[in-house]
């Protein structure tokens, strides 16, 4: 994690409000957006809820604590962009289930090969995918979901490259006195 990282998280972590979340939030930041993501404690329910009966509780749960809390999360995510120039995006857990109440979706830019392109078309063929970008879409969430383990383990990597970086010597070679 790099030093601007730890900055959010820390400003983050003591700038939303106590008892918002039954444990501190999960905080993720990328190049555009900054993603706080809240554990909600379980409705009560009787104990013989059906699941159907306890799928509603917990999202009208989430719905509640997203509008009870809206004007606080727009001032801490105006004051977050202000500070660090990152767009900022709400969610919770419950029971294991992740609800996002919003989030931006970035277009990027790629260059396929036919193989590639026909791919996507395929999955536009066969109605799996509205669009190239939304087949595209589709195959980077299944590289997620079914790759998972590999993606963090690239992050993990990546973070120990950052942190060796950030020892490493403090002034830039200035050109002067023989190349390596």
Not at 49 to 73: G, K, L, P, Q, V
Not at 92 to 97: H, L, M, R, S
Not at 143 to 156: A, K, N, P, T
Request: charged share 25%.
């Amino acid at each position: 994690m790099t030093t601007n990282h730890d900055a959010i998280h820390g400003w983050l972590l003591g700038r939303i409000p106590g008892g918002w979340f039954t444990a501190p939030a999960e905080i993720t930041v990328d190049r555009e957006e900054i993603l706080v993501v809240g554990p909600l404690g379980e409705p009560e329910l009787p104990p013989d809820a059906s699941d159907i009966a306890a799928s509603a509780a917990r999202e009208a749960r989430a719905r509640r604590f997203r509008e009870e809390t809206r004007a606080a999360r727009i001032t801490i995510a105006e004051e977050a962009r202000h500070r660090f120039g990152l767009h900022v995006a709400w969610g919770v857990t419950i029971a294991g289930e992740r609800q996002l109440f919003t989030t931006l979706s970035v277009p990027v830019m790629t260059r396929l090969r036919m193989a590639e392109r026909q791919v996507l078309d395929t999955l536009v063929d066969a109605g799996v995918a509205r669009s190239r970008s939304h087949a595209l879409a589709w195959c980077v969430r299944l590289v997620g979901r079914h790759q998972g383990d590999w993606i963090e383990s690239l992050r993990q990597a990546l973070t120990a490259v950052e942190s060796a970086r950030e020892q490493g010597p403090s002034d830039p070679p200035t050109g002067s006195g023989p190349t390596p």
